[in-house]
C-alpha cells in the first residue's frame, strides 16, 4: 500500500509489467515500496513477487536507538532542540533491528542512517532467458534477478565508477543491440552502456541458465559462475574533458548506434544551470559485427554530431522517430523541479547523416502483427541491398532513460521483391508489444520509413 513514486516499470518475456522501487508520496510516511510488484494486463491485477526487497532505503528501516551522551553523560541535542538520537549496538555489535526482514535478507551496512540504494528509476532491463539484469547496483552490487523466486540471483558484479553513489537520476544507460549468433555464448548476448559521473563503462553478461534451479542452495551456487565487470569504453571524441551530460538521454537508432543527446555539463545535485548545457550530440558505435561480437576498442569509437539549439535538462526526452530522426523535447528551466513557469516546450529533431541520403530503402509492404519464431515476409525495391533487419521496440523515456527500447537483429534472406525474415524466438529477448521494423542496406542506410508491428 502506499504507491510508488519514481518507480521503474518495464515489461517482462510474458508481458506482465515488473514495477521496482520508487516510494510512495512524501505524506506517507510507510515511505518504502521496496518489494516488487507485478502487473498482469489479462486479468488486470497486481501481486507482490515476494522473495527479498531491491532498492531498499536502508536508512528509513528503523533500529533501536538511544539519545546520546557527551563524555559528562550531559544528554545531546540536535541544533533544533531533537534529542541526537543513536543506534544501540547488540552484544555482538549488531543494530537490533526493529523491522521483520524478508527471509535470507540483511541489512548491507552497519550504518544505520546509510540509504545505500539508488531509490528511483533505478536502471533494469529484461535479458535473453528471462531474468533482469540490475545495472544501477542493488546493495552494493549489479546482478540478476529473477521474479519467480523474487531474489538477486548469479555473481555479484562490481558496480561502475560513479561519484554520487547513484543516489540520483541524472545518469542514463542502455542495452545495447541484441543479435543472433550461431555460438550459444554470443546468441542474443546481453551487453549495457552506462554513462556517468566518472565516464562511459560497457559490461557483457553471460547467459545464465534457471532449468532446474529450484531451491536456496541452488540460488547459491548461481554466484560461483563467472564474474563479468564493467570496462571503460574507447574515448569519447572531445577536444577537452567530455561533458558529464546529467540529465541527458541515450537513443539507440536503426544503425545499432547509440545517439547521446541533452545533459548538463556541471557536477551537483538537481538545479543544474541551463548555461552549462551540453548541446552537441554524440554518437557511440559499440564495434560489434553482424554476428553480434564486441571486437575491439579500434571498431568502437564515438563521434560528436551537430549541436541542438534548446539546452535539455531535468525531464527532457529523446525518442526514435520512424523515420530515422530523434524527437528531442521536454526540460526543467535550470533543473528546476517543476511548475508551468520553468517548462520547455519548443521540440527539435535530430537527423543524422544518412537521413538525407536519397538512396534509403523503402519497405512497401509489411504484416501489422508477428509471432515468436514466426517466418514473415516482407517487400522491399531493393531486397539484395539489404545487409541487416532490425525489430526496435518503442521507447518510453523519463528522467535521462528508456527502459522499453530495444534493438532485436533477424535473420533473414532475400526471395523475389523481398525478404523472408524470422521473429525473435521468444519474450525475453523481445517482449511483446508495439515494435519498429527496419532494414539498413549497403552503406548503413537505414529504410526511410519503419512499419510499426505487434509482437505477440
Not at 122 to 151: E, H, K, Q
Not at 286 to 293: A, D, E, I, K, V
Not at 402 to 414: K, S, V
Request: aromatic share 10%.
Amino acid at each position: 500500500g502506499g504507491g510508488r513514486w519514481y518507480p521503474t516499470l518495464i515489461t517482462l518475456s510474458d508481458g506482465r509489467i515488473l514495477a521496482v522501487a520508487g516510494h510512495p508520496h512524501l505524506s506517507d510516511q510507510r515511505h518504502g515500496s521496496w518489494m516488487p510488484e507485478i502487473y498482469d494486463v489479462v486479468t488486470d491485477t497486481w501481486t507482490y513477487v515476494g522473495g527479498h526487497w531491491l532498492y531498499t532505503n536502508w536508512g528509513d528501516i528503523q533500529v533501536e536507538r538511544i539519545q546520546d551522551t557527551d563524555e559528562d553523560g550531559e544528554l545531546i541535542f540536535e541544533e533544533d532542540g531533537e534529542p541526537l538520537m543513536i543506534p544501540v549496538l547488540d552484544g555482538d555489535d549488531q543494530l537490533i533491528e526493529l523491522r521483520e526482514f524478508p527471509e535470507g535478507q540483511t541489512r548491507p551496512t552497519t550504518n544505520a542512517n546509510a540509504s545505500v540504494n539508488y531509490l528511483y528509476y533505478p536502471r533494469i532491463f529484461v535479458v535473453p532467458g528471462g531474468l533482469v539484469f540490475m545495472a544501477s547496483p542493488n546493495d552494493y552490487n549489479c546482478r540478476w534477478y529473477d521474479t519467480n523466486f523474487g531474489r538477486p540471483v548469479g555473481p555479484m558484479i562490481e558496480m561502475p565508477p560513479h561519484d554520487g553513489g547513484f543516489a540520483e537520476t541524472n545518469h542514463t544507460a542502455v542495452l545495447l543491440p541484441l543479435l543472433p549468433n550461431e555460438d550459444p555464448n554470443e546468441n542474443y548476448r546481453p551487453r549495457i552502456l552506462f554513462m556517468g559521473s566518472e565516464g562511459t563503462f560497457r559490461v557483457s553478461l553471460n547467459h545464465i541458465d534457471m532449468s532446474g534451479i529450484n531451491s536456496a542452495d541452488d540460488l547459491a551456487a548461481l554466484e560461483n559462475l563467472p564474474t563479468p565487470e564493467w570496462e571503460a569504453t574507447s574515448t569519447r571524441e572531445w577536444e577537452s574533458t567530455p561533458p558529464l551530460r546529467r540529465d541527458g538521454c541515450a537513443t539507440l537508432l536503426p544503425t545499432g548506434a547509440v545517439f547521446f543527446s541533452g545533459g548538463i555539463n556541471q557536477t551537483g545535485m538537481p538545479g543544474l544551470d541551463d548555461d552549462n548545457a551540453a548541446l552537441h550530440g554524440e554518437i557511440y558505435f559499440p564495434g560489434m559485427n553482424l554476428s553480434g561480437t564486441l571486437i575491439n576498442s579500434e571498431l568502437e569509437n564515438w563521434i560528436t554530431v551537430a549541436a541542438a539549439t534548446v539546452p535539455r535538462n531535468y525531464h527532457s526526452v529523446a525518442l526514435l522517430l520512424p523515420n530515422g530522426r530523434v524527437l528531442t523535447a521536454g526540460s526543467n528551466l535550470d533543473g528546476s523541479s517543476g511548475g508551468d513557469d520553468v517548462k520547455e516546450y519548443r521540440i527539435e529533431t535530430y537527423s543524422p547523416v544518412w537521413y538525407w541520403d536519397d538512396g534509403r530503402p523503402e519497405i512497401t509492404q509489411a504484416p501489422e502483427q508477428i509471432t515468436y519464431a514466426e517466418e514473415f515476409t516482407i517487400e522491399t525495391s531493393n531486397p539484395n541491398a539489404i545487409i541487416r533487419t532490425a525489430l526496435m521496440r518503442c521507447g518510453t523515456v523519463t528522467h535521462a532513460w528508456d527502459g522499453d527500447q530495444r534493438y532485436i537483429g533477424l535473420e533473414f534472406e532475400t526471395i523475389e521483391n523481398g525478404l523472408r525474415l524470422i521473429a525473435p524466438p521468444d519474450g525475453s529477448i523481445a517482449p511483446p508489444g508495439p515494435y519498429m521494423l527496419w532494414i539498413i542496406s549497403v552503406g548503413e542506410l537505414p529504410c526511410k520509413l519503419a512499419p510499426f508491428m505487434i509482437l505477440n
